[in-house]
Nanobody
């Protein structure tokens, strides 16, 4: 059974930091691109970061550039999202996902991030 499990969410004050982790199991994801998405109440899901299979290429949404960093450790089947200088508008449920080609096929259950202002 393929599973992606996120952790590391929580409540943090504005300006603070959190590090999210996503552990994959059930198959090897080392050849897949991985992405972090978020969805706030009443808003559409948006991709905030993505990383290529080997970590050599990364992409960020405009709203998080310079504040978030995505990385991965294929030996641990884990992808990370380091979030710094958090803002109230970063409050959302954060999901990790694994892609094959251009399609994100596997999704985690999400972890809540709440930033208090």
């Amino acid at each position: 059974q393929v599973r992606l499990v996120e952790s590391g969410g929580g409540l943090v004050q504005a300006g603070g930091s959190l590090r999210l982790s996503c552990v994959a199991s059930g198959r090897t994801f080392s050849s897949d691109g991985m992405g972090w998405f978020r969805q706030a109440p009443g808003k559409e899901r948006e991709r905030v970061a993505a990383v290529s299979w080997n970590g050599g290429s990364t992409l960020y949404g405009d709203s998080v550039k310079g504040r978030f960093t995505v990385s991965r450790d294929n030996a641990l089947n884990t992808v990370y999202l380091q979030m710094n200088s958090l803002k109230a508008e970063d409050t959302a449920v954060y999901y990790c996902a694994a892609s094959q080609g251009l399609t994100y096929l596997y999704w985690g259950q999400g972890t809540q991030v709440t930033v208090s202002s």
